[in-house]
T-cell receptor, first 115, second 114 residues
Framework: GAGVSQSPSNKVTEKGKDVELRCDPISGHTALYWYRQSLGQGLEFLIYFQGNSAPDKSGLPSDRFSAERTGGSVSTLTIQRTQQEDSAVYLCASSYTSGSLNEQYFGPGTRLTVT | LAKTTQPISMDSYEGQEVNITCSHN???????ITWYQQFPSQGPRFIIQ???TKVTNEVASLFIPADRKSSTLSLPRVSLSDTAVYYCLVGARYSGGGADGLTFGKGTHLIIQP
C-alpha cells in the first residue's frame, strides 16, 4: 500500500516568508509525528498528534512553528517568518496505534532551504 | 526521558558481523528499546524493538542484558548496502501520547567497506 507522502520534496524560500509543509500519513494510522533533521545531525522531535487528542507540541522550537492535523489524517506544518536556521529536512512519520514507540513509518521528507 | 549514548561511527567489512552498542543507564521499567536505520536522503526505517533478553528478526538481533542499561544491535554478515546511520531509542511503548522516546540523537554512522 501507499506509504507516507510529503510535499513539496524541496522548498526554497526567502528569509521572512511563511512556508507550509504537507504530510499524508498511511491510511488508518492514528499517530503522526513531525521531526526536523539538520545537515549531519540526528532527528529533532517537533510535534506529535494522536487521534483526536491535543497534540504534544513540546518539541516546537519557537512560536513561529505550528502544525495542524485535519480530520485525523493530513497534517500541515507551518513555519512563519522563516529564518536561515530553519533550513533542514522536515520529516513526517505515522504509526498505527497510540504510543510513542510503535513502529513509525517515515516519509521522504521536505528539504527546506531559507536564503 | 532516558538518554542514550552510541558511538558516533563504526567501520567494518563485507561479510562480518557488526555489533552496535547503545547505553541507556536511566532506562525506566516501562521503556522499550527500538532501533532505526537511515540511509542518505531517506527517512529512518524501523529495524527491531525489544524489552529484555534477545529479539531476532530477519534483519537483525537485539541483545539486552538483565539490567537493561545497555543494548546491542547485531547485524549478521553485513554488506555494502548496510552502510547507514543507526539510531537507538528508549521510551515507553504505550505512552498515551507523550513524547517519551522520541529522541533520535545523532546515531551511529556505520560504514561497510569491500
Amino acid at each position: 500500500g501507499a506509504g507516507v507522502s510529503q510535499s513539496p520534496s524541496n522548498k526554497v524560500t526567502e528569509k521572512g516568508k511563511d512556508v507550509e509543509l504537507r504530510c499524508d500519513p498511511i491510511s488508518g494510522h492514528t499517530a503522526l509525528y513531525w521531526y526536523r533533521q539538520s545537515l549531519g545531525q540526528g532527528l529533532e522531535f517537533l510535534i506529535y498528534f494522536q487521534g483526536n487528542s491535543a497534540p504534544d507540541k513540546s518539541g516546537l522550537p519557537s512560536d513561529r512553528f505550528s502544525a495542524e492535523r485535519t480530520g485525523g489524517s493530513v497534517s500541515t506544518l507551518t513555519i512563519q517568518r522563516t529564518q536561515q536556521e530553519d533550513s533542514a529536512v522536515y520529516l513526517c512519520a505515522s504509526s498505527y496505534t497510540s504510543g510513542s514507540l510503535n513502529e513509525q513509518y517515515f516519509g521522504p521528507g521536505t528539504r527546506l532551504t531559507v536564503t | 526521558l532516558a538518554k542514550t549514548t552510541q558511538p558516533i561511527s563504526m567501520d567494518s567489512y563485507e561479510g562480518q558481523e557488526v555489533n552496535i552498542t547503545c547505553s541507556h543507564n536511566n532506562i525506566a521499567t516501562n521503556d522499550y528499546i527500538t532501533w532505526y536505520q537511515q540511509f542518505p536522503s531517506q527517512g529512518p526505517r524501523f529495524i527491531i524493538q525489544g524489552y529484555k533478553t534477545k529479539v531476532t528478526n530477519e534483519v537483525a538481533s537485539l541483545f539486552i542484558p538483565a539490567d537493561r542499561k545497555s543494548s546491542t544491535l547485531s547485524l549478521p554478515r553485513v554488506s555494502l548496502s548496510d552502510t547507514a546511520v543507526y539510531y537507538c531509542l528508549v521510551g515507553a511503548r504505550y505512552s498515551g501520547g507523550g513524547a517519551d522516546g522520541l529522541t533520535f540523537g545523532k546515531g551511529t554512522h556505520l560504514i561497510i567497506q569491500p
